[in-house]
């Protein structure tokens, strides 16, 4: 594929990694969400578990697209690499651990 025509961002697969993401939620939280639903609804919840590999196979897939490109072994791009995605993740991991240190607190 020439340099020009190559694709950075795939909409179809980012859609499968939302979709995903929701059924590893609803396997770690069904239990609070579907508490009030028939056994069958919870036990349904609990084998969503397919999420998850399909989430780390499609997440490892994008992550290595996008930077493959500009791979070096050398510390200077380690440092950049782990700073980059570190500046990703942190800010919803903040907001979330908050979030559940306030609902612990208050419950």
């Known amino acids: 594929m020439a340099e020009g025509t190559k694709q950075k961002?795939?909409?179809a697969l980012t859609g499968?990694?939302?979709?995903?993401?929701i059924l590893v939620f609803l396997t770690h939280f069904g239990y609070v969400l579907f508490?009030?639903?028939?056994?069958?609804?919870?036990?349904?919840?609990n084998e969503l578990s397919i999420g998850l590999p399909m989430f780390f196979v499609l997440t490892g897939?994008?992550?290595t697209i996008r930077y493959f490109d500009g791979f070096?072994?050398?510390m200077k791009?380690?440092?950049?690499?782990?700073?980059s995605r570190a500046a990703r993740l942190y800010p919803m991991y903040f907001i979330?651990?908050?979030l559940a240190f306030v609902y612990w607190y208050f419950n």
């Open 61 to 63: 897939f994008l992550i």
């Open 96 to 98: 979330f651990t908050t």
């Open 16 to 21: 499968v990694r939302a979709l995903a993401a």
């Open 72 to 74: 070096e072994l050398s």
């Open 9 to 11: 961002f795939f909409p």
């Open 77 to 83: 791009w380690a440092k950049k690499y782990w700073i």
């Open 35 to 45: 508490a009030w639903a028939p056994a069958w609804v919870q036990r349904y919840c």
